[in-house]
């Protein structure tokens, strides 16, 4: 970056982003940019909610941050050839370098700024999860999806990523189950796909066996699929006249 670029919040503070600075800032809060000459920099947008953050780190919101020590040039380095080499990568790929990315955002955060942070250990196990739980979700109708696919997927060993289940009572596959049987009941539950037979709804949420489809959602739910579905049908809960 070169020049210096000016940046402005709202609530009247503002600060100037000389070369070598870093800077945050909540894209909730209105800001704007002020620059006399082009300017060159990298942006990262990420949920606020992988950045475990109290809430007296928003003070360091819009203030001009020094990345050209500690773990601060380390992390610029590894998003400007994230960004140069972008096409090198494949898509699954990405879950890693994205938890990468967070991971280094945390650490210059904690080494240089804030006293409070969460360990890094912690930080590191809770953005984890949330790409496991992004990534079940996106391949939910793999019928192939399974531990071994997810462990593999994140480089971390089957037994590890059970563990990350633990506290919750729960296996990785019970928690790949629930989420295709939630699909299911919804689609049966929805009037537009009355047309589509139980056994396709079943195989289009992973579900390949249909008796093994009825067992598990009538375990789950106390009712088979068919049933189900005919209790959420309109003539079945219009009130009696009589």
């Not at 606020?48 to 953050?53: K, S």
Request: charged residues 25%; aromatic residues 8%.
């Amino acid at each position: 970056m070169s020049d210096g670029l000016g940046f402005d919040l709202a609530n009247g503070d503002s600060s100037l982003i000389d070369e070598g600075k870093a800077m945050i800032y909540n894209s909730w809060q209105p800001f704007r940019f002020l620059a006399r000459n082009p300017v060159r920099g990298l942006l990262i947008q990420m949920p606020v909610e992988l950045l475990p953050m109290p809430k007296a780190a928003t003070s360091l919101f819009g203030a001009a941050l020094p990345s050209q020590e500690g773990l601060g040039p380390l992390f610029a380095r590894y998003l400007v050839e994230l960004v140069r080499h972008a096409d090198r990568y494949r898509s699954t790929d990405l879950p890693r370098l994205s938890t990468i990315a967070v991971d280094l955002l945390t650490a210059f955060l904690h080494s240089e700024h804030l006293d409070d942070f969460r360990s890094l250990e912690e930080t590191r196990q809770r953005v984890l999860r949330l790409r496991i739980d992004d990534f079940i979700e996106r391949r939910i109708r793999n019928p192939d999806l399974s531990p071994q696919m997810v462990a593999l997927a994140h480089g971390i060993s089957v037994r590890a990523l059970h563990r990350m289940f633990e506290n919750e009572n729960l296996t990785v596959a019970r928690w790949i189950r629930h989420r295709r049987l939630e699909r299911c009941r919804h689609d049966l539950a929805d009037p537009l796909l009355a047309h589509r037979t139980l056994q396709r709804i079943a195989s289009e949420w992973g579900f390949t066996d249909p008796a093994h489809f009825s067992r598990v959602f009538r375990n789950a739910y106390g009712i088979s699929p068919k049933d189900y579905r005919a209790t959420q049908e309109p003539n079945s809960r219009r009130p009696s006249s009589s």
